[in-house]
C-alpha cells in the first residue's frame, strides 16, 4: 500500500530524500501546478513532495523563500465557507460566510437536490436564493483581494458539486479554472471555518510526502517509513 496520506516531515528529512533520489539516479520534476516535486525510477514516481507555498525551490532542491508573497485561499462546502489573504505569512483579512443551503431533513444542499426535485416550493426557493447571495458574496471578497493585492498564488478547495456554481456566478472569481496560480489545497477540508483557515495556512506551509508503494519499498528501513506506518490519519477538518 501507498502512504494514502501526506506525511508532515522536517526540512533535513526533505534533504535527505533529496539526496537519496540523488543517490538513486532517480528522475526529478517540478509540477508548479501541484507545486510538488516528483522523483520517478524508469517507469513509475516513487515518492511526491508537497513544498511549502511559501517557497520555491531552486534547480538544486534547495527551497527558496518567496519575496513579497500575496496569498489568497478559499474553501468551499454547502452552507459553509472562508476566505482569507496572507501576506508574507501574515493573516490579513479573512470571512466566513453561511447560508442557509441544507434541507433539514435530507441534510442534503438544496443544489444536490434540485437536480431530482425541482424549486416549486417556497422553502426551495428560500434556500436557492441564499445559495446564490452565498456564491456572489464569496466572490465578492475575492474579487477585492485582487484589486487590491498583487496575489501570486491562490489556494482553492471546493466540494466538486459545487464548483460549476462558484464559477458561474456574478461576479465571477477572479480567476480561471486552469489559471496558472490556482492550486488545489491537497488536504481535505470538512468545516471551512476561521479555526481551519488558520490551520490550513500553517499546514500549506509545511513540508509533506507521499510515497507510492513501490516508494514504500525502497524506503522500507530508512525512519520517514517508519513515521508513515506509525502516523495517525490525517485530521478531518
Known amino acids: 500500500m501507498n502512504s494514502a496520506n501526506p506525511i508532515k516531515i522536517s526540512l533535513e528529512s526533505y534533504f535527505q530524500l533529496i539526496q537519496k533520489g540523488k543517490e538513486l539516479n532517480l528522475e526529478r520534476n517540478y509540477f508548479s501546478e501541484k507545486h510538488q ?5 524508469s517507469t ?15 534547480a538544486m532542491g534547495d527551497l527558496k523563500p518567496k519575496d513579497d508573497h500575496h496569498l489568497g485561499l478559499v474553501m468551499i462546502r454547502a452552507g459553509i465557507a472562508t476566505t482569507g489573504y496572507f501576506h508574507n505569512d501574515v493573516m490579513i483579512d479573512h470571512k ?13 444542499s438544496q443544489i444536490k437536490y434540485l437536480k431530482t426535485k425541482g424549486k416549486s416550493r417556497a422553502g426551495s426557493r428560500l434556500r436557492l436564493g441564499e445559495s446564490e447571495r452565498f456564491f456572489e458574496e464569496i466572490n465578492e471578497r475575492l ?31 477572479p480567476f ?19 479555526e481551519t483557515l488558520k490551520k490550513m495556512h500553517q499546514k500549506l506551509n509545511q513540508i509533506h510526502v ?28
Not at 150 to 173: Q, R
Not at 183 to 193: A, E, G, L, R
Not at 210 to 235: D, H, Q, Y
Open 37 to 41: 516535486l516528483q522523483f520517478w525510477n
Open 143 to 173: 474579487t477585492n483581494y485582487s484589486d487590491e493585492f498583487p496575489i501570486d498564488m491562490w489556494g482553492i478547495s471546493c466540494a466538486k458539486t459545487l464548483l460549476p456554481y462558484f464559477y458561474s456566478s456574478e461576479p465571477a472569481p
Open 44 to 58: 513509475e514516481w516513487l515518492f511526491k513532495v508537497m513544498l511549502p507555498w511559501n517557497r520555491i525551490p531552486d
Open 210 to 237: 507521499i510515497f507510492s508503494e513501490k516508494g514504500m519499498e525502497v524506503f522500507e528501513n530508512t525512519p520517514l517509513v517508519g513515521a508513515i506506518k506509525s502516523s495517525p490519519e490525517e485530521e478531518d477538518w
Open 96 to 108: 466566513v460566510f453561511r447560508a442557509y443551503m441544507i434541507r433539514q431533513k435530507q441534510g442534503k
Open 176 to 194: 480561471a479554472k486552469d489559471q496558472e496560480n490556482l492550486i488545489s489545497i491537497p488536504f481535505h477540508v470538512q468545516q471551512p471555518d476561521f
